[in-house]
């Protein structure tokens, strides 16, 4: 048996899967204060459906796959360690320069940032590595002594180290560790060389600060999960989802916690390749994520999900950066916890303020009176509030239609149905927005993709959506409400390894390159030998950071093979590199050389087989109306046919307006649009014009 948990803002989702391959899947409130409590309300309510103690349920488990905000809540919240930079001397200042970029490049009157860890934590190191590795200034081991006592004094918690040119030769950062470990044992310290093997000062000091700063709370909560789990009985492994896609052993993250800051989103679009493949046929899909708090948005392309080395903690410029590729997920503050204001100027907005799981909408009636889309959408009828997360949860109709009255109605002059429509409709252009820049933004054509409809809330508005950006097909998977615990029971065991090595296609240095990819192929079956043993598959991805002569940024290059033999290797590479900057920028120099910056290799064990199980038919005991009064901008008030999610037979043919619910979910047919059951359970909607 298999769990994956999902922790959200506002949700926690689990999805349990049998040996048999029968999925069942549950939804809790997230707890804040202690993101674990919500973690095993989840396996007590699955216990209770499955008529088990948790305790057996547990002791019946092999994997348990978990995606937790606990890290980037720590880095939003300000509650990380207190940490320290040690940074070499004359070059104190790299985290407060950054790379230099503003949002609004003219608007002086938005202070500059301040830096990941403070100019009074930075302390400078004497020494210096040339560009080449030869030492020019020994390390001033007594200096770096003299600044551990410091450190002690001041109560630092974690240390981050990042020295100049350390990725060509890591000795003086080695050194460093070492002295550390002697004169503050127990304090946790990362060596940029270790974690981020970058060339670019700012990004690799930004990742070595954030991991060492996560350390502390990260490996505490790892040990008690994994602590509580195995008092309830649990036996197997436990893994975490990665920012890369993938999952690592709960006890690698506590070593390196970066791993896990956007661990959560980057599980949609894995789940979101495998559906448009299963249910539409296609290998290009939009994928996108509504929760309670955000939107998240992916992309898949060519069967591939794109990755960014532009990971912003924040906005960009103004937050900060990761400096760590990881899958290209962008996030809005539009869910169905997102709030609705009207300014003073008489604006509405939707977002980004989140009532969150607590206090929550209006309409949970446990403190909150602010207006979110989730009242919207029960004011306008999309929601049963008999029925309301399978009749688990309460929800009170008055209240959702008093803040709305109050809070966007009376100020706009509008009914109440035509501001709750409002909200829904601004909620639609905000998502729509989010697609746009990452699909019209980097020059591909929403048209041509598939949406893929994920979250609990996916379903109210993924007709608008799709129709705005003339997308024909809309799949909401069965286990949609669940997209990101989905991904991670289909996940595979991952990392990468990076190491820099430069050199030119027109004097390619054969030798020293190969010699680089060897190490880092040999890392990778450590990998597979290693946490990876035992997996029914194993592949590395080898690929090039590359540019064009005087250019300023890589891009990432797969290449042709595990390494180069001849002068045709050389200019596969080089051909591959110039379709590649034509598909990113619309434009290449097949005559120009091109430059190798640094290597990488990925690393996958897969654990299972491709994709889930199929969700468990049970009888539906809800009671609920054949038909809902539902309303719609343009067309009022509409009688809607309300059909079941769960077994939806395939050839059903269900044209709108009409409602498909789970206990789950629920998904809007608009009028004009039409839907039906795939064999795999899944909705195909076809939003067409209304």
């Known amino acids: 048996m298999r769990f994956a948990v999902d922790t959200g803002g506002t949700f926690t989702d689990l999805i349990v899967e049998d040996d048999d391959g029968q999925i069942r899947m549950y939804k809790t409130a997230t707890t804040p204060d202690d993101p674990i409590v919500g973690v095993m309300d989840s396996i007590g309510i699955a216990a209770d459906d499955y008529e088990l103690s948790s305790s057996k349920l547990l002791g019946l488990g092999d994997l348990f796959v978990h995606g937790t905000t606990r890290a980037i809540n720590a880095i939003v919240t300000g509650t990380t360690a207190k940490t320290a930079f040690l940074a070499t001397k004359g070059h104190p200042d790299i ?24 100019r009074s934590l930075t302390h400078e190191v004497p020494e210096r590595i040339m560009a080449d590795g030869t030492i020019s200034e020994p390390l001033g081991e007594d200096a770096v002594i003299e600044t551990l006592k410091t450190l002690k004094s001041e109560g630092v918690e974690a240390i981050g180290v990042c020295l100049l040119w350390s990725v060509i030769n890591p000795d003086h950062e080695l050194r460093i560790g070492e002295l550390i470990a002697e004169h503050l044992p127990g304090i946790p310290y990362t060596l940029s060389h270790k ?31 994994a602590e509580r789990l195995r008092s309830e009985g649990f036996g197997g492994r436990v893994l975490v989802v990665t920012s890369q896609g993938g999952v690592m052993d709960a006890e690698d993250i506590a070593t390196t916690p970066i791993h896990s800051i956007n661990s959560g989103p980057a599980m949609a679009p894995v789940a979101g390749r495998h559906f448009a ?51 290209d997920v962008r996030s809005i503050g539009a869910g169905g916890g997102s709030i609705a204001w009207v300014d003073t100027g008489g604006m509405l907005h939707v977002g980004p303020q989140s009532a969150g799981a607590v206090p929550g909408p209006a309409c949970y009636d446990s403190g909150g009176n602010e207006p979110t889309v989730t009242d919207a959408s029960l004011v306008l009828g999309y929601l049963d509030p008999d029925n309301f997360l399978g009749g688990t949860m309460n929800v009170n109709t008055e209240a959702a239609e008093q803040a709305i009255i109050s809070k966007v109605a009376e100020p706009l002059g509008l009914s109440l149905e035509l501001a709750a429509s409002a909200v829904i409709d601004l909620a639609t252009e905000n998502m729509v927005h989010a697609i746009e820049d ?47 615990a989905a991904g991670a029971l289909m996940s595979e065991l991952a990392t990468q390894f990076q190491a820099t090595h430069y050199t030119i296609s027109g004097n390619f240095d054969l030798k020293g390159v190969n010699e680089v990819l060897s190490g880092l192929v ?32 890589e891009i990432e290059v797969q290449l042709p093979g595990p390494n180069f033999s001849s002068d045709e290797d050389i200019q596969a590479l080089v051909s591959a590199f110039h379709r590649t900057h034509e598909d990113v920028f619309a434009i290449s120099d097949p005559e120009s050389e091109v430059e190798i910056v640094s290597w990488r290799a990925a690393v996958n064990c897969r654990l299972r087989a491709i994709g889930t199980g199929s969700l468990e038919h049970r009888k539906d005991n809800r009671k609920s109306s054949p038909t809902r009064r539902v309303f719609f901008p343009g067309v009022g008030y509409a009688d809607a046919a309300v059909h079941h999610f769960e077994g939806l037979d395939p050839s059903v043919h269900i044209s709108g307006p009409a409602i498909v619910e789970s206990s789950f979910t629920t998904v809007v047919i608009n009028p004009g649009a039409s839907a039906n059951s795939t064999e795999t359970g899944s909705l195909s909607i076809k939003p067409e014009s209304e």
């Not at 939107?295 to 950066?321: A, C, K, N």
């Not at 609990?456 to 508005?461: E, Q, R, S, V």
């Not at 040999?522 to 540019?547: N, V, Y």
Request: glycine share 12%; charged share 20%; with cysteine.
């Open 95 to 118: 985290l407060v320069f950054r790379e230099g970029g503003r949002i609004e490049p003219f608007n002086f009157t938005v202070p500059f940032p301040d830096p990941y860890v403070p």
């Open 195 to 225: 974690l981020n093997p970058a060339i670019r000062e700012y990004r690799r000091a930004s990742s070595t600060c954030i991991d060492a700063s996560l350390k502390p709370l990260m490996g505490t909560y790892m040990q008690n999960l």
């Open 277 to 327: 493949k299963v249910d539409s046929g296609t290998d290009t899909a939009i994928v996108t994520d509504t929760g309670g708090t955000t939107y998240d948005v992916s992309l898949v392309r060519r069967g591939r999900i794109p990755w960014t080395s532009e990971t912003w903690i924040g906005q960009p410029f103004r937050g900060h950066m990761t400096g760590f590729p990881s899958v």
């Open 438 to 484: 990452i699909t019209v933004n980097q020059g591909i054509d929403p048209a041509s993709a598939c949406l893929i409809g994920g979250g609990g809330a996916a379903g109210l508005n993924a007709v608008p959506i799709a129709r705005r950006l003339g997308c024909d097909s809309v799949i909401i998977p069965e286990v949609g409400a669940a997209l990101s």
């Open 522 to 553: 040999d890392r990778c079956q450590e990998f597979i030998d290693g946490p990876g043993r035992g997996c029914i598959e194993s592949r590395i991805e080898l690929t090039a950071e590359a540019r064009y002569p005087h250019q300023v940024w």
